[in-house]
């Protein structure tokens, strides 16, 4: 069993920084393309961004580009998100998500996850003053 879980969720001020950890058990980690997704109060999911298996390129949504870095820790097991200069429209539930199948080292599936996608639990960020 593949398994997902993320952690560092919380409260930020505008401007402010977060970093959300997903540490990806049970699986060769460190080959699977791994993204993050968000979903706000009453707004469809979206795809925030993702990195490749082997530590290849790393795509992101245009609405997260220049402040958000998805990086890769094999020795933790564990992506992270840096979430720099956070608005209040960042604010939602974040999930990391794998995508087991054929290209499930790339992200050329991201953000269309199929439903044999594997999803953490999420974490909530909320960015207000």
């Known amino acids: 069993q593949v398994q997902l879980v993320e952690s560092g969720g919380g409260s930020v001020q505008p401007g402010g920084s977060l970093r959300l950890s997903c540490l990806a058990s049970?699986?060769?980690?460190?080959?699977?393309?791994i993204a993050w997704f968000r979903q706000a109060p009453g707004k469809e999911r979206e795809g925030v961004g993702c990195?490749?298996?082997?530590?290849?390129?790393?795509d992101y949504a245009d609405s997260v580009k220049g402040r958000f870095t998805i990086s890769r820790d094999v020795a933790k097991k564990t992506v992270y998100l840096q979430m720099n200069s956070l608005k209040p429209e960042d604010t939602g539930a974040y999930y990391c998500?794998?995508?087991?199948?054929?290209?499930?080292?790339?992200?050329?599936?991201?953000?269309?996850?199929?439903?044999?996608?594997?999803w953490g639990q999420g974490t909530q960020v909320s960015v207000s003053s």
């Open positions: 049970a699986m060769p980690m460190e080959y699977y393309a």
């Open positions: 998500a794998a995508n087991p199948g054929y290209h499930y080292h790339s992200c050329s599936w991201f953000p269309e996850i199929s439903a044999g996608g594997v």
């Open positions: 990195i490749g298996g082997s530590n290849g390129p790393a």
